[in-house]
């Protein structure tokens, strides 16, 4: 129904809020650990202890690869929910429709006869 399909997306949305903002977290450690990386690289006393910097570079870039990735699952997930619901979730009463075309009106008519308008609509 339209209401889980709704639902759902609004639990995506959440989903997918909570996922960039983890990405965002693993991209400022990756920063941080390319940083360590050269500046040990950068000091010639160190270079070879640069090693075990180098692993843990690689591993915080493979955990922002992989928020990435799950960011870009959600945001497809949330492009298809949007697009089943314009084609599945009518608004029975066209609201939305009949909103867009009293502002389109409105720059036509008096406020007062498109309010007239309304009131005699039947919903």
Known sequence: SCANKLKNMKDDVTDARD???QAEYKQSEVESKKSELDDCKDDPESYGG????YYEYQDAKREYDSSVSDVQSYVSSLENYMDSIKRNCK???NVLTI???LILLKEKHELEKLLLVCKTMKY
């Open 19 to 21: 996922s960039a903002e």
């Open 50 to 53: 640069c090693q075990d910097l």
């Open 91 to 93: 608004d029975p009463n």
């Open 99 to 101: 909103c867009r075309n």
